[in-house]
C-alpha cells in the first residue's frame, strides 16, 4: 500500500500535474494540503474518473485539506475537535478517514506568521488540541498516522541553515515540544530519503532560487503509531515533482506499507 501527503498549493493550479502523478507514483492514499478552493469547487468528478475517492474539507481562500483513497474511504470526520478557531473561525485545517486497513489524517498546522503574533498563540492551541484528538487511535492497534504540512521543522538538521531562521517560526523550542508532545501520544517520525543531497526537504521557497541551491526545510511530516511504523518498508521525497514549471513549492513524501 503507498501512502502520500503533499501539500499542492492550489489544487486548481495543480491539477493536471496531480492527476499525473497520481497514475505515474501509484498511490493508494493521498493526503493533501492548501486546496485553496470551495468544497464544492473541489475536482471530485475529474479524481472520481482516475479512480479515486474525495474526502474534502475546504471553503477556499488559503486552507482546505482533503483525503483521496482508491482503497476505500469510510468514516470521514472533518474539522479537528477541540479546535481553538482563530479570530472566531475555525479554519479547515483537518480532514479524517479510514482508507482499507489504515487510518489517516491529513493536517495543514497553521503557520503562525511571527513569534508574539496572535496566529502563533493558535498555533501552538491547535496542534495541543491535535494532540489530544488522535491520542486514542495513535494508541490503538490499527495502523495510523498524522500526515501533512505541520509548518515545523523538528530539528535544526531539517532546515537548510539554522542561521537563517534565528528568531522566526517554525523552528522555536514552543513548536518543537508540541511536536514532542503529539509524539508522545504514541506516534513517531517516519523520515523520508532524499532522492539528492543529504538531506529529505520537503519545501523549497519559490524566491531566490532556493530549489535549486536546495535551500530548504523538512516541515512535510508523517507521524504515525507502531502498527504503522512496524509497516514500513520505504519512505522518500519524490523531489521531481518539485520542478518544472506550476509545481508546487512543496514535494510529496511517499511512504509504502505492507499491510
Not at 493508494?28 to 473541489?42: G, M, P, R, W
Amino acid at each position: 500500500m503507498r501512502i502520500a501527503t503533499w501539500n499542492v498549493n492550489s489544487i486548481t493550479a495543480r491539477l493536471p500535474r496531480l492527476l499525473a502523478w497520481l497514475e505515474s507514483s501509484g498511490t493508494d492514499v493521498l493526503c493533501l494540503q492548501e486546496a485553496k478552493v470551495a468544497e464544492e469547487q473541489f475536482p471530485v468528478e475529474a479524481l472520481r474518473e482516475a479512480g479515486y475517492e474525495s474526502a474534502v474539507h475546504a471553503t477556499g481562500r488559503w486552507n482546505g485539506v482533503a483525503v483521496l483513497s482508491r482503497v476505500g474511504l469510510e468514516d470521514v470526520v472533518k474539522g479537528l475537535p477541540g479546535d481553538p478557531g482563530y479570530e472566531d473561525a475555525q479554519e479547515p485545517r483537518a480532514v479524517s478517514a479510514t482508507c482499507g486497513p489504515v487510518r489517516v489524517w491529513s493536517v495543514y498546522v497553521p503557520n503562525g506568521r511571527e513569534v508574539g503574533h496572535p496566529h502563533y498563540a493558535y498555533k501552538l492551541q491547535w496542534l495541543d488540541a491535535l494532540k489530544n484528538a488522535v491520542a486514542g487511535d495513535a494508541a490503538g492497534g490499527r495502523p495510523f498516522a498524522v500526515l501533512g504540512d505541520y509548518n515545523i521543522a523538528p530539528a535544526d538538521d531539517d532546515v537548510y541553515d539554522r542561521a537563517a531562521f534565528e528568531g522566526a517560526t517554525h523552528v522555536t523550542p514552543a513548536e518543537r515540544a508540541a511536536l514532542a508532545a503529539l509524539r508522545e501520544t504514541g506516534l513517531s517520525d517516519v523520515v523520508p530519503r532524499p532522492l539528492k543531497y543529504d538531506h529529505p526537504y520537503t519545501y523549497w521557497d519559490y524566491r531566490q532560487l532556493c530549489f535549486p541551491k536546495n535551500r530548504g526545510m523538512r516541515i512535510d511530516l508523517v507521524y504515525g503509531n507502531g502498527p504503522f511504523a512496524g509497516a514500513v518498508k520505504d519512505a522518500y521525497v519524490d523531489r521531481e515533482e518539485r520542478k518544472g514549471k506550476g509545481a508546487s513549492d512543496h514535494a510529496p513524501v511517499v511512504v509504502d506499507l505492507d499491510v
